[in-house]
């Protein structure tokens, strides 16, 4: 059982492989700035001469929206931002997905820090108003132990008095004791 497949002729094909050479002899020697892709003497109907600036009215309008992508990066809205990004090539856009990442990081850090910082001063404000408050109680808890040893004051003058009332003769209780006359 042996191979049977037919041996195609590929004599056709082998032309097509050869390099395919231009003649170019006629414009070579035509500067670059002389031919233009819309001529002011065309006939056509479907081309006019303001075609070019159009197409050069978009390109500088692409260049300053790209232009304007570099600078307002970490600024611009998600949306417009990828809509620029994919007029970009391919490292272009690498680079500014990584600017545009490390300035999201940067302004998350800074709203961190900010945050934080909002955080202290609270902190800060609170103890110096606990502080004041706590010298208020302080204050107040030196005068009222000084009324404290004052009433205590008081209150042994008036116990030693009832004693010493106490051990004098019924002086009093011989006054209630006396009828009116």
């Known amino acids: 059982m042996g191979d049977r497949r037919e041996v195609e002729d590929n004599s056709d094909t082998a032309s097509l492989i050869s390099p395919i050479s231009f003649d170019l002899s006629p414009y070579q020697n035509i500067s670059p700035d002389t031919l233009s892709p819309v001529e002011e003497s065309s006939d056509s109907p479907h081309l006019s001469p303001t075609t070019p600036d159009l197409l050069e009215k978009r390109r ?92 205590i004051q008081r209150l042994s003058m008036y116990q030693r008095l009832r004693g010493a009332a106490a051990s004098l003769p019924d002086a009093v209780d011989e006054d209630k004791n006396v009828q009116p006359e």
Not at 102 to 113: E, L, P
């Open 60 to 151: 500088t309008s692409v260049q300053e929206g790209i232009a304007n992508v570099n600078k307002n990066y970490a600024t611009m809205p998600y949306s417009e931002f990828n809509y620029w990004i994919r007029k970009l090539s391919q490292y272009e856009a690498g680079e500014l997905r990584q600017k545009r990442r490390m300035a999201m990081n940067r302004a998350a850090s800074r709203r961190h820090n900010q945050r934080r910082c909002k955080l202290e001063q609270d902190l800060r404000e609170e103890a110096t108003y606990l502080k004041a408050r706590n010298a208020e109680l302080s204050q107040q808890i030196k005068e009222l132990s000084q009324r404290e040893k004052k009433l």
